[in-house]
């Protein structure tokens, strides 16, 4: 195909003149109509090529975003009916500054309704299927951009937000690179909250160069976020030029490596073996409060969440009912129609973990073993640069075999993922195998650390 | 912990999120509850004397300065509404 090429390659190649965007344009449109017919991954396809915006530094790179991601004049419905038709008069912050890049916003993937779901099963519109193997599920939630990103051979980064692994998880299972930075230094402006205190938008890319690159376009401070940190920007695709990590000190924790899948047990330590080979070194480390941080994360982000869905109540965007009965029958009656069943279970849970007289045994309880979780993760990181571990414990599973797990098995599937995501580490899923992904962990701040590691491997691969 | 949550409770929840659940939908409800609780007791176990963390980087009183900015306007802000009267969003009865 003309234009199978990297996003490097497309850049360089727009820059120099020495590309027809027009052609380039409609084999794009073609492919993502092809795709979508096999995959489901885009929920809304964008026609981009009336709209060509080949504006410097990304020169027209085709950038799918995140349904739940606020996209200006494109539908946002953030895979939930509740706001079916809901289309923002503004652009999340992430989306404006790759705009204003000269990214081009090709269409809104699929996911989990809101975020609720580890295989974006859980869509109110279309649920993605693995483009390595379509009996299996893509992961979630941002199931749709990792699809699309494995699936598509054009040049294309995808724009993705991960609460509890929504960015590593489908990563991993479709073999392509997912960065969720720190918490705090994409601005989280315009995105459609599950929790805010959870919540990262992030890249996922075929390459790690890929998410390097969108990295640099969206982090920096924003006024419009409180929560969002003032660092200064950086130019992640500078270290993206490592292929030997001698000095670097890896750290596998005990507790992420027992129960898994036996391939992916084989192939994730013949991963941290070749780092090894790279000049990295590697020691066990011991993370006890591991398996507190799964209840610990469903209980806070649950309560988050239920406070952050009270908004949609069918009377200003989305879904609408006739104005029939007093307005908590309206309300209960329209989120009764609008939420699916686990955006109803998490509400639930979440409700529950605030109520006057269970508050202190699960919010401020989970609460409190968030400290307890950071202030580990922060002692193994001053041992250690990163740490190392399997992404997700298992192969991505059968669609029939997702119907027959309960609620809290499902929510086990997220272990590895969710300590990373509760501490606001910044963490990349990097393909080892097929459907297999290795888990870098840095401490804040230090996505140049997990690039760095990233690229070495990938270069050596 | 170890609270077991009872058909009334559920059903107070479900009033307390605004969700107008049926009687099947709540039967269901509570046991997927109790089911996820009872995994979640390992909590019990931790000692948690330590402040708690309501971010995962610490935030302080962040405010912004007081001035005035351009806003969406009525129009945009009315525009996906079924229910408006007047310039005004038109809600369901409140007493």
């Given at each position: ?181 720190t918490y705090g ?10 929790a805010n205190s959870l ?28 929560t ?61 409060m591991?398996?507190y941080a799964?209840?610990a994360y469903?209980i806070i982000a649950?309560a988050e ?57 699960y919010y401020t309880k989970a609460m409190q073993i968030r400290t307890l979780i950071i202030k580990e993760f922060k ?39 969710v300590p990373a995501n509760l501490a606001g580490l ?18 804040h ?17 | ?42 909590i019990?176990?931790v000692?948690t004397d330590v402040q708690p963390s309501f971010h995962p980087m610490p935030v302080e ?35």
């Amino acid at each position: 195909m003309k234009f199978n090429i990297t996003a490097r390659e497309f850049i360089e190649r727009s820059r120099s003149g020495d590309l027809d965007y027009m052609a380039f344009a409609g084999m794009m449109m073609d492919e993502l109509q092809r795709i979508n017919k096999k995959y489901n991954c885009l929920r809304e396809i964008v026609d981009i090529r009336s709209h060509l915006n080949i504006e410097p530094e990304l020169h027209g790179l085709p950038m799918s975003v995140k349904d739940s991601i606020c996209t200006r004049g494109i539908g946002s419905f953030a895979g939930s009916r509740i706001l079916e038709g809901y289309v923002p008069p503004f652009d999340a912050t992430a989306v404006a500054k790759a705009k204003e890049q000269g990214a081009l916003v090709i269409g809104k993937t699929n996911q989990d309704e809101f975020g609720f779901g580890t295989f974006s099963t859980n869509s109110g519109f279309g649920i993605p299927k693995n483009p390595l193997d379509p009996s299996r599920v893509c992961g979630g939630s941002s199931g749709g951009a990792a699809a699309l990103t494995a699936a598509l051979n054009m040049p294309h980064i995808a724009l993705a937000q991960s609460t509890g692994g929504s960015i590593s998880c489908p990563a991993a299972w479709c073999s392509v690179v997912g960065l969720t930075p720190t918490y705090g230094l994409v601005s989280r402006w315009g995105l459609i909250d599950y929790a805010n205190s959870l919540d990262k938008i992030g890249p996922i890319g075929k390459t790690v160069y890929d998410v390097a690159l969108l990295l640099s376009t969206i982090c920096g401070h924003d006024a419009k976020d409180s929560t969002s940190l003032d660092h200064p920007k950086h130019d992640y695709t500078t270290f993206t030029d490592r292929k030997e990590l001698h000095g670097v000190k890896i750290g596998v924790p005990k507790e992420y490596i027992s129960g898994l899948d036996s391939d992916v047990e084989k192939h994730v330590w013949h991963a941290i073996k070749k780092l090894e080979s790279l000049g990295a070194t590697y020691k066990e480390v011991s993370l006890p409060m591991t398996k507190y941080a799964l209840p610990a994360y469903y209980i806070i982000a649950t309560a988050e969440a239920s406070t952050n869905l009270a908004k949609f109540c069918g009377l200003r965007y989305g879904l609408h009912a006739d104005l029939k009965g007093n307005a908590t029958e309206y309300f209960s009656r329209v989120r009764e129609q609008g939420f699916g069943e686990e955006a109803k279970r998490r509400i639930m849970l979440g409700t529950f973990a605030r109520m006057a007289g269970y508050k202190d045994a699960y919010y401020t309880k989970a609460m409190q073993i968030r400290t307890l979780i950071i202030k580990e993760f922060k002692q193994a990181l001053k041992r250690f640069d990163v740490l190392a571990a399997p992404t997700m414990p298992i192969l991505p599973p059968k669609f029939d075999d997702v119907k027959k797990l309960t609620p809290t098995e499902v929510y086990q599937m997220d272990v590895l993922t969710v300590p990373a995501n509760l501490a606001g580490l910044p963490h990349l899923s990097v393909p080892v195998a097929k459907m297999i992904g290795l888990h870098l962990i840095g401490d804040h701040l230090q996505e140049p650390r997990l690039i760095e590691v990233a690229s070495a491997f990938e270069a050596a691969k | 912990m170890g609270t077991k949550i009872s058909a009334e409770t559920t059903k107070r929840v479900a009033e307390l999120a605004r969700l107008d659940l049926s009687l099947d939908e709540l039967t269901k409800m509570q046991r997927d509850l109790n089911e996820i609780l009872s995994a979640f007791k390992i909590i019990d176990e931790v000692r948690t004397d330590v402040q708690p963390s309501f971010h995962p980087m610490p935030v302080e009183n962040v405010t912004r300065e007081d001035k005035i900015e351009p806003y969406l306007g009525q129009e945009k802000a009315l525009a996906q509404t079924k229910h408006k009267h007047e310039g005004y969003f038109k809600g369901p009865k409140v007493v």
